[in-house]
């Protein structure tokens, strides 16, 4: 086949050619009585076709549960060693727990009792979490499904949509298990560096179960080079205040999906991957087709309105980050290294790991609320003018929550919130109000300054940046269109 054939045909005729065509298993069978090619050689033998077609159902699993296949994929992404817990770990874990309870109790008023913590391996983080991560990224799997079931339709060449007119339920098994692959990989190299429950601000576990990685709590510990036993309770405390906004304010975590949901419906598949795959695969294994498909099939947002829903759903996740260091920070008053702990875990944040990029790369979603430090002075700027009832405060309704103006301008917040809402709205008008807003002022933001420099000096407890982590984050910020940290 010469390179003009195939620049001409799309990706689908060139996998099924390559499958079915001249050059694939059924070479030959194409002929006319006169020894003429028949087109494209798309005359299958029917027995041959149903060899092909059982083998690509028990390729993508088809009537296999998804969940399930995705766990197994990410048990085996998981970067070893990954030991066991030793009952000393455990028990340190319990202590760091109980004493972050306790100081918590005295810097927010939000219930952070009654939680099972525990330790865990990072396969036991995979096992627990991926339940959570299916419920999170299913407009991501919906929008995933769409996009290839329809591309598979419509690019199909046309002597094989009668073969397979029925096979609809195939291809939309075959699309579930693609995904099921990509969110498998992704949780599974996720798992290398997580430490909580909470750290990517979902509630991935249920509100009574705080845990921590131990493997990777002692990592991060002798990395910043202080003591595991402090970084215990500081990330004991940052799970626990995590657990109790998401208590408090159950609606926060609809909010949280409805902003996914935004942002899924302008991610794009990547056919041009499928059309490398088909320049690539080899006819006689057809299993390579499982190995190419893990890699990453989404394209980064590209338009304005895309640009706007990642960043309404950074600003959401960084004004839940924001609440946390802000709390956090407060309660752990007693820790020698609470400043060291907490400009590490602004830095993680800020910038994406090798851990991260491979999730955003296979799943096409982001955990970086690069305007972490914006949101901390926010809430650093009610606590100082009304106390932790104040700060607080912000979560007890949804016409409350920031927006990314109040993040550009934390002094005008209170301000604005007197002249444009009322408080007498019904939770629906409330959620779709803040939504509609989240979206409509993104337009002010990408990289240009905030309204009002005061507020990223509203509170020195609350904003403790360095020179060398604005130029950590700042790449960070320019390759997605949100703003830089600063």
Known sequence: MSDDNNNEQNPFEQIFGMLFGANGPGAGQGEDKDGNAGPQGFQIDPAMMSTIMNQMQGLFGQGADSQAQATQIAKKAIPTPDPAVGEESAKATTDAFRLAELWLAE????????????????????????????????????????????????????????????????????????????????????????????????????QDSAVLVETNVEKFASEI?????????????????????????????????????????????????????????????????????RQGLFNPPTTEDQKKALTNLENLLAVIAGWVDVVVYSACAHLPGRDQIREALRRRRATAGPAEKTFSTLVGLQFNPRRLRDAAALFGYLETQGGTEARDKVFSHPDLLPTTQDLDDPLGYSERRNAE?????????????????????????????????????ASSDSDTSSSSDTDDGSDEGDETGGRSES
């Open 421 to 457: 809402w009322t408080s007498e709205s019904t939770l629906d008008e409330a959620l779709n109000r803040i939504l509609a807003e989240g979206i409509e002022g993104t337009e002010t933001s990408g990289d240009s300054e905030p309204q009002n420099n005061a507020g990223s000096d």
């Open 225 to 293: 080079d202080v003591d595991a036993s402090e970084v215990r309770i500081y990330l004991a405390a940052q799970e626990l205040a995590h657990l109790a906004l998401f208590e408090r304010a159950p609606w926060l975590s609809a909010q949280v999906e409805a902003a996914l949901t935004r942002y899924a419906q302008g991610l794009k598949v990547d056919t041009s991957q499928i059309e490398d795959m088909a320049s690539q695969i080899d006819p006689s294994n057809i299993s390579d087709l499982s190995d190419n498909i």
């Open 107 to 206: 810097a927010t008023e939000f219930s952070v009792a009654n939680r099972a913590a525990r330790t865990l391996t990072r396969e036991d983080w995979v096992s627990e979490t991926m339940p959570g991560w299916q419920k999170f990224v299913l407009p991501i799997k919906e929008n995933m499904s769409t996009a290839l079931t329809g591309a598979l339709e419509t690019q199909m060449p046309a002597e094989m949509k009668g073969i397979l007119a029925g096979a609809s339920s195939m291809f939309g098994s075959m699309s579930d298990s693609m995904f099921a692959m990509q969110i498998g990989q992704a949780v599974g190299a996720l798992s290398e560096s997580v430490l909580t429950g909470t750290e990517v601000g979902l509630p991935l576990l249920p």
